[in-house]
């Protein structure tokens, strides 16, 4: 089934005519399937869904919605990377979360009243979204509630994440917030040692971890300088997991 394509300007996103190529929409819906948030839907609501879906290209840092904004829409990552970041009362930008392909964002709208994005999400390459109405899947919910139940098993997955996110925030050393993001990077967490690539700019993972970005360059080439961490440019190879680990407790 083919999705309506729709391009992202900075300033706002504007629909476009043209039909997703087929291959493409099959990858993508295989792909949006597979969410817990769509797993359980039957063919028929699915393809009934689909028709609504709207497919999003996006640029080089360009915004998908701001905070503040109403939300209209929830969002799967198909390819890609995405961050979201707050504006605090002082306008400095806090990173909050990023998105890769196979991420669902901006879905607790589905429940919010009023519904309003509470950051701005913007792209951080060349990048394509699924773009899926929060009244079209409330309608869902509402007609089968076992739907909702399967819904509000998500987010109890995302909460129990974000109360991890939390625990290293609340960490005072930055030396250990930094230990336990790069641990969380590696598939197997620090059971395994490996190889990682950031998935922001050194920068912006700095905001994540409330550090300034020379606080975050120096704990990182101490830790290279240790024999923790082999560095090249965003890929970090991780020599022995657990050595890092006591390092943080």
Same mark, same amino acid.
Not at 180 to 208: M, N, V
Not at 235 to 249: E, F
């Given at each position: 089934?083919?999705?309506?394509?729709?391009?992202?300007?900075?300033?706002?996103?504007?629909?476009?005519?043209?039909?997703? #190529? &087929?291959?493409?929409?099959?990858?993508?819906?295989?792909?949006?399937?597979?969410?817990?948030? *769509?797993?359980?839907?039957?063919?028929?609501?699915?393809?009934?869904?689909?028709?609504? +879906?709207?497919?999003?290209?996006?640029?080089?840092?360009? /915004?998908? %919605?701001?905070?503040?904004?109403? #939300?209209?829409?929830? %969002? *799967?990552? &198909?390819?890609?990377?995405?961050? /979201? %970041?707050?504006?605090?009362?002082?306008? *400095?930008?806090?990173?909050?979360?990023?998105?890769?392909?196979?991420?669902?964002?901006?879905? &607790?709208? !589905?429940?919010?009243?009023?519904?309003?994005?509470?950051? =701005?999400?913007?792209?951080?390459?060349?990048?394509? &979204?699924?773009?899926?109405? !929060?009244?079209?899947?409330?309608? /869902? +919910?509402?007609?089968?509630?076992? =739907?909702?139940?399967?819904?509000?098993?998500? %987010?109890? #997955?995302?909460?129990v994440s974000r *109360?991890?996110?939390?625990?290293?925030?609340?960490?005072?050393?930055?030396?250990?917030?930094? !230990?336990? =993001?790069? /641990?969380?990077?590696?598939?197997?967490?620090?059971?395994?040692?490996?190889?990682?690539?950031?998935?922001?700019?050194?920068?912006? +993972?700095?905001?994540?971890?409330?550090?300034?970005?020379?606080?975050?360059?120096?704990?990182?080439?101490?830790?290279?300088?240790?024999?923790?961490?082999?560095?090249s440019g965003s890929?970090?190879? +991780?020599?022995?997991?657990?050595?890092?680990?006591?390092?943080?407790?």
């Open positions: 089934m083919a999705l309506s394509t729709v391009t992202s300007s900075t300033a706002e996103i504007a629909l476009r005519a043209e039909a997703l #190529a &087929v291959n493409d929409a099959d990858d993508a819906l295989d792909a949006l399937r597979g969410h817990p948030l *769509f797993r359980q839907l039957s063919n028929g609501d699915f393809d009934d869904l689909v028709l609504r +879906i709207r497919r999003i290209d996006l640029q080089h840092h360009q /915004l998908l %919605y701001r905070q503040d904004t109403d #939300a209209q829409h929830f %969002y *799967f990552v &198909v390819s890609g990377r995405l961050r /979201l %970041y707050r504006l605090d009362y002082s306008g *400095f930008e806090r990173t909050l979360d990023s998105l890769g392909a196979g991420d669902c964002f901006a879905e &607790v709208m !589905i429940y919010a009243d009023p519904a309003r994005y509470a950051c =701005y999400a913007e792209s951080l390459k060349r990048s394509v &979204v699924l773009s899926i109405p !929060i009244q079209a899947y409330r309608a /869902l +919910i509402k007609a089968r509630p076992d =739907y909702a139940e399967t819904a509000l098993a998500h %987010y109890a #997955a995302r909460a *109360f991890h996110d939390l625990e290293i925030m609340t960490v005072q050393s930055a030396r250990e917030r930094l !230990i336990r =993001y790069l /641990l969380d990077l590696l598939p197997d967490g620090a059971e395994q040692d490996g190889e990682i690539e950031l998935p922001l700019p050194k920068c912006l +993972i700095a905001s994540r971890l409330a550090m300034q970005p020379e606080t975050f360059s120096r704990q990182l080439n101490e830790l290279k300088s240790n024999g923790l961490l082999r560095v890929r970090l190879v +991780i020599p022995d997991a657990q050595r890092l680990m006591q390092l943080s407790q």
